[in-house]
């Protein structure tokens, strides 16, 4: 089956530039959108179509998709930006929502 | 602004069942795909299954193929998800997701899946 890898953790210092990776196969053939999930709380859309934001995501938040790797970069990251992270993509071959494992983004 | 409610989590014993059911609001319902997602505690996303806007499509993850069954009412605005044969490995948060682009229903046009509006989630407990 379809697998997507990300790192476990990433930590970054506020105002840096935080980039998250997601790995898999010919994934640069697919649509990837990523998620952010706070704790308690439901995950929330802040890139879909590789690189599209949704109304009301942040300007910092950005995506990019080639090969075999997609990445969601955080510009200027802030302290409110720390969170669980979350690739996703549609596998056709089985018809299914694939995601990645999520990476912990650490703000210090 | 779209609104999704989760009900009719609980604790459930080994073997047992339950119906999940997803009320939405604020988008017209009977034009999206939906989604079923669980997040065990202290774990990641999986995905469970998705129902196209007119019900006629359904995919689902493979380990759940048999036990869980997704349906909606169109009518009623409401999305389920009926759980059999509930296992200690099912207990998680069940969260029903809006797919964000209308009217799919087949393999191609689920490619662009992302999911722009979640609810809460109900808490599913299977003791065994």
């Known amino acids: 089956s379809y697998a997507l890898t990300q790192p476990p953790s990433r930590s970054v210092s506020p105002g840096q530039t935080a980039i998250i990776t997601c790995s898999g196969d010919d994934l640069g053939d697919k649509y990837v959108c990523w998620y952010q999930q706070k704790p308690g709380r439901p995950p929330v859309l802040v890139i879909h179509q590789d690189r599209k934001r949704p109304s009301g995501i942040p300007e910092r938040f950005s995506g990019a998709n080639s090969g075999n790797t997609a990445t969601l970069t955080i510009s200027g990251t802030q302290a409110m930006d720390e969170a669980d992270y979350y690739c996703q993509a549609w596998d056709s071959n089985s018809a299914h929502v694939v995601f990645g494992g999520g990476t912990k983004l650490t703000v210090l | 602004q779209a609104q999704l409610v989760e009900s009719g989590g609980g604790v459930v014993q080994s073997g047992g069942s339950l119906r999940l059911s997803c009320a939405a609001s604020?988008?017209?319902?009977?034009?999206?795909?939906m989604h079923w997602v669980r997040q065990a505690p202290g774990k990641g996303l999986e995905w469970v299954a998705v129902i196209s806007f007119d019900g006629n499509t359904k995919y689902f993850e493979d380990s759940l193929k048999g036990r869980f069954t997704i349906s909606r009412d169109n009518s009623k605005n409401t999305l389920y998800l009926q759980m059999n044969s509930l296992r200690a490995e099912d207990t998680a948060v069940y969260h029903c997701?809006?797919?964000?682009?209308?009217?799919?229903?087949?393999?191609?046009?689920?490619?662009?899946?992302?999911?722009?509006?979640w609810g809460q989630g109900t808490l599913v407990t299977v003791s065994s």
């Open positions: 604020g988008f017209t319902f009977n034009s999206y795909g």
């Open positions: 997701a809006k797919g964000r682009v209308g009217y799919c229903s087949n393999v191609s046009c689920f490619a662009d899946v992302a999911l722009d509006y």
